[in-house]
């Protein structure tokens, strides 16, 4: 297990991370929300049929409505916000991205809920693991969102991802991705596997490195993680019994790298930095963000801050 890049262990288990809600749902709000959340996915076998053959800008507002009508059945409000841009000794800006390609869209892994927060917070393809897509009802939501998998088990397989989403990038496409290779409670993260940065190298598309973070109140808060021998029923009914689970969103600047000829460099490279941005919004919360509004949801400017982590 330990030489295949894809099957990552993190030191987080429901047992040793997951703490009671601060404000628990009483039993009504509780059935409320799963009945609800069992409407919205029933309503998405149809929109899924139409998304599959839709052109891209409209398959992607639909899915995006879709997972925020999901999100707010299940209780979970976004708060979406932006970060800034820093540089610790040189630049991490380099050439622009290719005119027509999409961005690669990089975050850590918390829980099942992160490929539905990214996509109600921009229209995009999640990349994920095969598995999923064994699942009857989730699989006819896959398709309709046009979602890439991976197969963790088959190391043979890892130029094939690179390539697909190399692909979807060059089409336009944004492709949501998550590098740790596993989830974490929230509480911290893990490093950041470098492959699938050098499908953004191959298509000359820009990465926009993306922090998620649940919280109760102003405290990061456990109860959406999926994490160590967690199951999915489990985790879904922790979410719908927490009152006030906010997940916030943060939005870092696209980061570029001018090509160098030297591909496993550029992909470590970008890896690092892309990692160094999330892992700041994780540890620092709100010491480089701020709430994004409708008036600035464009792109940022670049503020010059240190950090720790960027190596």
């Not at 288990?13 to 009483?26: F, H, I, Q, W, Y």
């Not at 409670?185 to 490093?191: A, H, L, T």
């Not at 490195?209 to 922790?238: F, H, Q």
Request: with cysteine; glycine share 10%; charged share 25%.
């Amino acid at each position: 297990m330990g030489a295949n890049p894809w099957l990552r262990v993190s030191p987080c288990s429901p047992e040793a991370c997951v703490r009671p809600a601060e404000a628990a749902a009483g039993p009504v709000r509780r059935a409320v929300r799963l009945a609800a959340a069992a409407l919205v996915l029933l309503a998405g076998i149809p929109l899924s049929l139409v998304a599959r053959g839709a052109r891209t800008a409209r398959r992607g507002r639909i899915v995006t409505v879709w997972a925020r009508a999901l999100l707010r059945a299940l209780g979970v409000r976004l708060d979406v916000r932006r970060g800034f841009a820093f540089v610790a000794g040189s630049p991490v800006t380099g050439a622009e991205p290719e005119e027509g390609r999409g961005t690669l869209i990089v975050a850590n892994h918390v829980s099942w809920l992160d490929p539905l927060v990214v996509a109600a917070t921009v229209a995009s393809r999640p990349l994920a693991k095969r598995e999923i897509g064994a699942w009857p009802l989730i699989r006819t939501l896959a398709a309709g969102s046009g979602v890439l998998f991976i197969d963790r088990e088959r190391l043979s397989a890892l130029p094939e991802v690179v390539g697909s989403v190399a692909a979807a990038l060059r089409a336009g496409d944004t492709v949501a991705a998550f590098p740790e290779g596993t989830t974490w409670c929230g509480r911290g993260m893990g490093e950041f596997r470098p492959a699938v940065f050098q499908a953004a190298i191959d298509a000359g598309a820009a990465v926009r490195p993306v922090t998620l973070r649940y919280r109760e109140g102003e405290t990061t808060s456990t109860r959406g993680c999926y994490v160590g021998d967690d199951t999915l029923l489990a985790s879904i009914l922790r979410v719908v019994a927490t009152r006030r689970l906010v997940v916030e969103v943060t939005r870092f600047p696209e980061v570029r790298l001018a090509r160098s000829g030297r591909r496993q460099e550029e992909r470590g490279a970008l890896a690092r930095i892309a990692e160094a941005y999330v892992r700041t919004g994780v540890t620092e919360q709100h010491g480089v963000m701020e709430r994004e509004t409708p008036a600035r949801s464009g792109r940022a400017g670049v503020t010059v801050l240190r950090s720790p982590y960027l190596v």
